[in-house]
């Protein structure tokens, strides 16, 4: 016999064996429903993409996590780290036939190489909503409705009374306009916010380090975090300025979650910002109250000038990713995942070898009428069929045994709180 | 402006818009559909795989085919080029707590660098079906007779009087206890599998030369060739002989696929006997009859040694693959492919953004009660909105102009055959 290969899967991937993959489909499922209830319709692109698509000069992170290699024809490529820089080639593709505004939904397998812990992987399946070509946070806030809506279809209280989750939501503008005063606008702009998207892992000291680095002196450092200590949109006023385009915005956003009943769940917090470089407006994450999980469910945001830096015309874009597995987990712990598995309705039992032919007949008049029916060839023992039949979910049971066939019957029997059991004539079924 | 980006995916993968996604998504319903009617469940792997998976000694084409290279840890990997490995590396890995027989599918991206043709790309999605730990060949009638139910509920015809397809069936015990009466065995015979189903392409003096390589002598190459050109079961009894266990294995695959009523789309053809090496007794392909497309729509077969391969215990193994891209061209051809896209029930109208609050609670409402709601924000003039609203298969479209919302006013105006507008009390919505 050979070696033993080694059997697990590539080290940081998942397999799903079907219990874990009727969970996954479970989740998938409601992600699909709740999209398409918004009029969302779903694209997808392929998980092998240009490596030029995630080339950024703002230091993101994400860059130097790439799956990256050279296809047998040179091409350089990648796995796909993030959907959105597809969304936006596939825009771009074909700007002048789409009709905008578009709502796009998609749930693709993402991966990157990253160090593992609780939460996260090497490859995840990411939730994305993305609304393109509006120019108003009435986007914004359909978009946080739809992450309120699965939450609530999927069992969380997102109520006034009760709200299990938040929502921490900033916009980028008001930074954006206070740094825009020291002069420090684009490409240094976002290689700022990507510093100080880190400061919850590196601490204060280490950011104001990485912000000298960008010629940012120490008391503007000093300022700039300051600003990240705002919460609620009082605050914010007083620190911004009622005039600041942030506040404006957020202040519009408030309102219109108002009118969706999600305003509860919502929290202006300045020390959103968001690892990637190409946020331009309102940010958002995702949190559970309950503080579980350290990392956010998920995270979104407007980039109105992605498809400016891929060469196209601006088009404002804004859009959430939502992973499947922080969410897999608080669910799990919650006791929210559903366990069933009535994937047959009947179960057919030829005894012996000489039964198949009638099985045969019987499961093929049975599928014809809509029925999920599983023949068990294996012969085996009749207490180790009833318990397959029963762990498959199956309501009815057909034996088939020898004398039977020859006397033209078949014994069914019914599975569950009660089991009965009538000969019936075989042609009943045939 | 930056240059513009090549907004091409990689050579040789798709990009899904919503209208080929759509097509995609009814394509793999109709196969899960399907499959659950057969008593199968859904798994599966990561696209990322160890390259050992596919590393085999009998030539194999598709590990010169592999996207492989090697992540940030050195792991060799590959983009895997189908999932057979994968599945039976999952077997493998539970094989004490699994509760035999397994029926299996799932639907991976399956990604092989090849050159280009009709119906033929460098990634394609394949159903997979596998029945795991039977000894019979009712499993494979099982497979065939699953793919005949999703041929007829996608509307091929497959009956006694019309059938559009054919599997094309073969078994290669019949060549293998042939050879191993010239003590050719084991790998050397997988090789000669591989070499002889290129038959086709190469023709039969390359076919001849490549068996020389391998040892097998001119004389005995023409007897193989001679036997590749049955057909029917008894000219098969006639060659190999009735003890021939090949022979015997599709006689009896015969008669249970009269009893599943799918015995008059299967020709006994020894010509086949696919490129996969793992493979040890049925082999089959399924062709459309019509022939508009020259390559196989399905193929699939018995691998009972695969694991044995892999260092495990042998378990008998059988199934099938099934690519979407042909399929899709012939479906595409037959006019087969529904073309809808009711997507939203209803759709809303602020005619100004002073509307969006109260547009926000009834699209909440409504979409409380169930109903699929799109809000367009785009303050649009009425006719694109009416239009947009019909594009997206709207039922009923709410308009909220100015006065309107004053007098506690909504316009709900019916689409469809007969357009019919009403006013609403907003109160009735919210």
Redesign the interface.
């Known amino acids: ?11 940081g ?6 219990d ?3 969970v ?2 479970w989740l998938f499922e409601h992600w699909r429903a709740v999209a ?4 969302y ?10 490596e ?2 995630y080339v950024r000069k703002a230091g993101d992170e994400i860059v130097g996590q790439l ?1 990256n ?5 040179d ?1 350089k ?1 990648a ?1 796909r780290p993030e959907m959105t820089p597809s969304l936006a ?2 825009v ?3 700007k002048n036939s789409l ?1 905008f ?1 578009l ?2 939904f998609s749930i693709p ?1 993402c ?1 990157r ?1 990253e160090r593992m812990q609780k939460g996260r992987k090497r ?1 995840h399946f990411q939730w994305n909503m993305d609304c393109i070509g ?1 120019d ?1 946070v ?2 914004e ?2 978009l946080m ?1 739809a992450q309120v ?1 699965f939450l609530q279809n999927v069992g969380f209280q997102v109520s006034a009374e009760k709200c299990d989750i938040a929502f921490k939501v900033s916009n980028r503008q008001v930074l954006q306009d206070y740094l825009a005063t020291l002069n420090i606008t684009g490409e240094d702009f976002a290689a700022v916010c990507v510093i100080i998207d880190k400061r919850d892992k590196i601490g204060d000291e280490a950011c104001a380090e990485l912000l000298a680095e960008k010629n940012v002196d120490g008391e503007t450092a000093g300022k700039i975090l300051d600003l990240l200590n705002v919460r609620g949109l009082d605050d914010l006023a007083r620190v911004a300025g009622e005039e600041n385009a942030g506040y404006q915005s957020l202040k519009a956003l408030m ?2 979650a ?4 999600i305003a509860h769940a919502i929290q202006i917090d300045c020390s959103v910002v968001r690892g990637l470089s190409y946020y331009t407006g309102t940010v958002w994450e995702l949190f559970d109250e309950s503080g579980s999980v350290p990392r956010a469910i998920a995270g979104g945001g407007r980039y109105d000038r992605l498809m ?5 015309q601006s088009v404002p874009m804004v859009g959430f990713g939502f992973g499947d597995v922080v969410i897999a987990l608080l669910l799990e712990e919650r006791g929210l995942i559903p366990n069933s598995d009535a ?2 309705d009947d179960y057919i039992y030829p005894m012996n ?1 000489s039964g ?3 099985a ?2 019987i ?2 008049k049975l ?1 014809t009428d ?6 068990d ?2 012969c085996r023992r009749f207490k180790h069929v009833i318990k ?1 039949a029963e ?2 979910g199956a309501s009815r049971m057909f034996t088939l045994g020898d004398q039977e066939i020859e006397a033209g019957i078949v014994k069914v029997r019914t599975i569950g709180a009660e089991r009965v059991e009538n000969d019936h004539p075989i042609s009943e079924f045939t």
């Open positions: 016999m050979a070696e033993q290969i080694d059997s697990a899967p590539v080290k991937v998942r397999d799903f064996y079907p874990d993959m009727r996954r489909n398409k209830q918004f009029g319709e779903e694209y997808d692109a392929c998980v092998l993409e240009s030029s698509l799956y290699f050279a296809d047998k024809g091409r490529v796995l080639r596939m771009l593709a074909k009709a505004p709502r796009w397998q991966f190489y490859e509006l108003s009435a986007a806030v359909e409705s809506a309102e219109l108002e009118a969706s009943g400016e830096t891929f060469g196209g994937r047959v070898e198949f032919v009638i045969n007949k499961a093929a599928r809509g029925q999920k029916v599983l023949v060839y294996s397959a762990n498959a």
